[in-house]
């Protein structure tokens, strides 16, 4: 089977390229080899590869910035979506595309599940739902839909490692309480997709309840809740055991209110994973193992 993953310098895209199993053969563009935004190149490039599934690892991620660049979160959100999904079409591809927790408004108390009421709170959200839309209409269950949030690994730019550099340089760290969601580990993510691929599975009948012609929409993160508050808690705690932080600082909750940011962002934000996991094969495993797991390979990198 052959897989053409887009977005290969980011965090999922790294991840996947490290956890690929052998018998799949792997093509890997990052955003300068392959512009998804502009359509004649990418049906150059599907059309040469041919490949069975395409993962859509690209997408624009600067929450706050997109707030007065909507423009450009618009064109590589949903047009540049938009164009994965009319070229996949072309050549009988499948299409996996990787979304997110901001495309609801957080107002829910209990688990989001992949039928509930989308109301993005910014342009990121609304921009990556605009993608979905234009996914969905185009290649209806010729595409998988995943749902995650707060990714982190080894690779990049992410919470984890700004907490990290934060907690070796600052006396002691405010950190928002009142924002709750569950953090993803993108080794976590890469493994479940790649069960979705190995297994060849039909998004077309995830549900023997769903209309065959829909696309299936999944969410994925890892198990358990948490607020941001408690995620840089146990950062600070794990790091201290693994001998990536020295000492302990004193970090106390803060409320959202205390630390504008120009984007909104949900208050809530789980995600029901019960389906993914009857879909993939696989469990979710609780944020705060996947943390550790992630903390001892950035102890590994940092020693190497």
């Known amino acids: 089977m052959k897989v053409l ?58 929450v706050d910035k997109a707030e007065t660049d909507a423009e450009q979160a618009y064109l590589v959100n949903e047009q540049g979506a938009a164009n994965l999904a009319s070229a996949c079409k072309s050549i009988s591809a499948k299409l996996i595309h990787v979304s997110t927790d901001f495309v609801f408004d957080g107002t829910k108390t209990t688990p989001y599940t992949s039928d509930d009421t989308t109301n993005p709170l910014g342009v990121y959200g609304a921009s990556k739902l605009a993608g979905e839309q234009a996914i969905s209409n185009l290649l209806e269950g010729q595409a998988t839909i995943i749902r995650t949030a707060w990714v982190y690994s080894v690779f990049g730019n992410n919470f984890v490692k700004s907490m990290l550099n934060l907690m070796q340089q600052k006396e002691h760290l405010g950190i928002v309480a009142d924002q709750v969601g569950t953090p993803t580990w993108a080794q976590g993510l890469a493994k479940m997709i790649w069960s ?13 309840t769903q209309n065959s012609n829909k696309t299936s929409i999944l969410n994925w993160t890892d198990a358990g809740v948490a607020s941001w508050y408690d995620f840089a808690v146990a950062i600070q705690e794990l790091a201290i055991e693994k001998g990536l932080l020295g000492k302990a600082i004193p970090i106390r909750p803060i409320p959202a209110s ?7 962002r949900p208050a809530f934000s789980v995600l029901n994973k019960e389906q993914a996991e009857q879909v993939s094969g696989m469990q979710t495993i609780h944020w705060r193992s996947q943390l550790s797991d992630m903390l001892d390979e950035l102890a590994l990198k940092s020693n190497a």
Do not use: R, W
């Open 258 to 264: 205390s630390y504008p940011t120009p984007a909104k």
């Open 196 to 208: 979705l691929v190995t297994q060849q599975i039909q998004t077309n009948s995830v549900d023997s």
């Open 5 to 62: 993953v887009t977005g290969k310098n980011g965090q999922l895209g790294n991840e996947l390229a490290k956890l690929c199993p052998a018998n799949i053969e792997l093509e890997l563009f990052d955003s300068k080899s392959l512009d998804i935004t502009n359509m004649a190149t990418l049906n150059e490039v599907l059309i040469a590869h041919s490949p069975d599934v395409v993962i859509n690892a690209a997408a624009y991620t600067a």
